[in-house]
């Protein structure tokens, strides 16, 4: 009973989460690892098991210390909070836009009354929460409100790359305007205090160049003169091991084989292109600076496929395992 219990809200209803969440708990691999707390609506989940073809029993829980964490068992809260006869299977929709919101938000309640240790997310879909006039764009925003995180920070990991992200959903004009010689240093130093939490104590960090050949000294932009290199020599003065800015097109593969913990990416894509051509499905966001931990899946609800009972797990059943590898670190750093 010492391992971890993680909540995982099903997402969008009309996606692929609860389809992804009933076949991983089919899994017994997940259970020999950690003990699990599905968030959302009975129904649905039933729903999933039919067109997917997994039988498990669900176990209506009030608490998670109530749970019976037995492969073979689904220990749910049940939210009871949508018309299963109104879902649309593969399209956007107000009622499971909103019933996502509400399976978030009771999951992260868990975990900040120490219910749960890790908050482990499936796909969510914007359109949906904007049509239910959720005032957030992603989980990210949504779970940084409810416990009053003023700055989550982001990082992708898979196999031994992990990524951290200056800056998250913003057209790539605003993100150039966010590497500043100010934000960087902050943003090394939440990097590496988030490294050492989850167990690393002197991190090797590298820094992502912005402009192709990390702007050649100012022939192709000066964002990396004037910002990226002052808070790299400030942040080693510091006593930080960093280096950089080195090009983005080599960076990424010297960090997989090794060279360094973690790279520092300076937008979005740069780092979402770089950990996904690595492997797609086990690439796994993984969000720190909140007081609790947060894992996710990181694909979309893939409306495309849903309700085939053709979506693969694999990518829930990577976030389970680095929530339950890393909560024990994480829980230390409390």
Do not use: W
């Amino acid at each position: 009973m010492n391992k971890a219990i993680l909540a995982i809200p099903i997402g969008d209803a009309a996606g692929i989460g609860p389809e992804i969440t009933v076949k991983a708990l089919a899994e017994r691999r997940v259970h020999e690892i950690a003990r699990l707390v599905v968030v959302g609506d009975r129904k649905v989940l039933h729903h999933a098991m039919a067109f997917s073809n997994v039988k498990l029993k669900i176990n209506s829980i009030n608490d998670p210390r109530d749970g019976n964490y037995q492969p073979g068992i689904l220990n749910l809260i049940d939210l009871d909070n949508l018309d299963i006869k109104k879902l649309k299977m593969g399209q956007v929709q107000a009622l499971t836009g909103k019933a996502a919101y509400e399976s978030i938000v009771v999951a992260t309640r868990l975990c900040l009354e120490r219910k749960a240790d890790v908050l482990t997310t499936t796909a969510i879909n914007k359109e949906s929460l904007k049509a239910a006039q959720v005032p957030y764009i992603g989980h990210t925003e949504i779970i940084g409100a409810l416990t009053d995180s003023k700055n989550p920070l982001t990082m992708f990991q898979v196999r031994n790359l992990r990524v951290f992200f200056l800056s998250r959903h913003l057209s790539l004009r605003q993100a150039c305007d966010q590497v500043t010689r100010d934000k960087l240093s902050a943003f090394i130093d939440q990097s590496v205090a988030a490294l050492q939490m989850l167990g690393l104590k002197n991190p090797h960090l590298a820094i992502a160049g912005l402009n192709p050949h990390s702007g050649e000294h100012g022939i192709f932009g000066r964002e990396e003169v004037d910002a990226v290199m002052p808070a790299v020599a400030a942040a080693r003065k510091r006593g930080i091991n960093i280096d950089g800015p080195i090009g983005a097109d080599s960076v990424f593969y010297f960090a997989l084989k090794g060279r360094y913990d973690a790279v520092l990416s300076l937008y979005h894509d740069q780092g979402h292109i770089a950990t996904k051509m690595v492997d797609f499905e086990k690439t796994i966001s993984i969000t720190l600076g909140m007081p609790f931990l947060r894992t996710s899946v990181d694909h979309g609800t893939a409306l495309d496929i849903a309700g085939q009972g053709i979506a693969s797990p694999v990518s829930l059943i990577e976030a389970i395992r680095l929530g339950a590898e890393y909560a024990p670190f994480f829980k230390q750093g409390q």
